[in-house]
């Protein structure tokens, strides 16, 4: 598919005096993590909040500031993260793409809103109740889940569309 690049906007929220920075940012779904160069984390005025030991594509591995908080703005979405400082390159990862709501179109070769949502960027969590060994109802906390339901305890499904339609919470077993 090639380099994908995007036009985003990088904002300090702690300081709306400082003027927001355009960049066009490197799309990365392999990387999690927005990353940005020194010079626009000194031009937005983060703070840094701890160092972070990260593992570039190379293999290497190097202890890099972790800063922030840091706004992010795509066309009609916005999210607010943190950002590792590394790189000559704003690099937008899979994390701040997935709170955006945004998807990468191969067809179009952009980053563009999700089709399913294009008014308000949209998550997907759930509460459910499962049972423990014993078989009495417990509470799991919100959870992301995927289609799969991978990451969820072994005695919990996911809800089905049905149950989500008419917002339901379930006791759910296998």
Same mark, same amino acid.
């Given at each position: 598919?090639?380099?994908? /690049?995007?036009e ?9 005096h400082?003027?927001?920075?355009r960049v066009?940012?490197?799309v ?5 993590h ?5 010079h ?6 983060l703070?840094?909040?701890y ?8 293999? @290497?591995?190097?202890?890099v ?7 992010? @703005?795509?066309?009609n979405?916005?999210c607010?993260?943190g950002a590792? =400082? ?9 994390? %701040?793409?997935?709170?955006?709501? =945004? ?5 179009r070769?952009?980053?563009? =809103?999700?089709p399913?949502? %294009? ?5 997907? =969590?759930?509460?459910?109740l499962?049972?423990?060994r014993?078989h ?6 919100? /959870?992301a889940?995927? @289609? ?11 809800l089905?569309?049905?149950d989500r339609?008419?917002?339901k ?6």
């Amino acid at each position: 598919m090639g380099m994908l /690049h995007a036009e985003i906007e990088l904002l300090n929220p702690r300081d709306r005096h400082i003027r927001s920075v355009r960049v066009k940012a490197l799309v990365d779904t392999g990387a999690w993590h927005l990353c940005v160069p020194e010079h626009i984390a000194i031009q937005l005025g983060l703070e840094e909040l701890y160092k972070r030991e990260v593992t570039t594509a190379d293999g @290497k591995k190097h202890l890099v500031p972790y800063k922030g908080p840091i706004e992010v @703005k795509f066309e009609n979405r916005a999210c607010f993260t943190g950002a590792l =400082v590394l790189g000559d390159t704003v690099l937008l990862g899979a994390v %701040p793409m997935e709170d955006l709501d =945004v998807v990468v179109s191969p067809a179009r070769q952009t980053l563009m =809103v999700n089709p399913d949502s %294009p008014n308000i960027a949209t998550s997907i =969590v759930m509460r459910a109740l499962y049972t423990d060994r014993a078989h009495r109802p417990r509470l799991f906390r919100t /959870h992301a889940v995927t @289609k799969s339901g991978m990451g969820l305890p072994g005695n919990v499904r996911q809800l089905g569309q049905a149950d989500r339609d008419l917002g339901k919470t379930a006791l759910l077993q296998r």
